[in-house]
């Protein structure tokens, strides 16, 4: 028996298939490519620093170069944002996770998930984290020191902050969604992103540390 997970992620395969492919590459600011027969189309888009192709209508989602089949929540992500981006532009106003649609309710499972690893192995690696943040994910400097302006996705900006805390304040990481970003995904795919962008960092920065980095 399948589980709820690879359901949902074969009924959006099926919503992808139906879609209409020029529209879809239009509104979520991936590249499409034709190929002979014209029944077989390929994206390719960006995700947290690592290139996907898609391939369309089987919906299948694949690490770029090579063909290794992106994990399950990875391709649930991209097959859901190609699927219901609506090709507007970022807003420009930055909201934190429980201010998105039924965040609120979802929020102490994100941070716990999220925020806090990323802060607790972070907080007194301010340069490691700036590293990895600039060359890795290609992030931006933010206005605010210590922040960075991320595209998860080509059309879904993020700000991250890393707040390194002192002998009565803790560190805090902060993550916060453009305001167009539940119009691309929905919240429990935004979380999602918070928790791979959290764990890739967190894995990097572990190797780093393990091959002797200071």
């Known amino acids: 028996m399948k589980d709820n ?44 620093g690592r290139a996907y192709r898609v391939i369309w ?42 201010q998105l649609w039924g965040g609120d309710s979802y929020y102490q499972a994100f941070k716990r998930r999220a925020l806090q690893p990323l802060a607790e192995f972070f907080g007194d690696k301010e340069k490691l984290f700036s590293e990895l943040m600039l060359g890795r994910l290609q992030a931006r400097p933010g206005k605010e020191p210590r922040s960075y302006l991320l595209m998860a996705l080509p059309r879904l900006p993020l700000l991250v902050r890393l707040e390194p805390g002192d002998d009565e304040v803790p560190p805090r ?33 572990r190797e780093f540390m393990k091959a002797g980095g200071e």
Request: charged content about 20%.
């Open 5 to 48: 997970y690879a359901a949902v992620l074969e009924e959006a395969q099926r919503e992808f298939a139906q879609k209409n492919t020029m529209d879809m590459a239009r509104a979520s600011g991936a590249s499409l490519s034709l190929y002979p027969p014209l029944s077989w189309r390929e994206y390719l888009l960006p995700y947290l």
């Open 57 to 98: 209508p089987t919906g299948e989602v694949l690490l770029y170069p090579t063909k290794k089949e992106a994990s399950a929540t990875t391709a649930l992500i991209i097959i859901h944002y190609l699927t219901k981006a609506c090709g507007k532009p970022p807003a420009g106003k930055w909201l934190p996770f429980n």
């Open 173 to 205: 990481a902060i993550l916060l969604f453009d305001a167009i970003a539940n119009e691309y995904l929905p919240t429990e795919d935004l979380a999602a992103i918070g928790e791979n962008l959290a764990a890739r960092l967190l894995r990097w920065g």
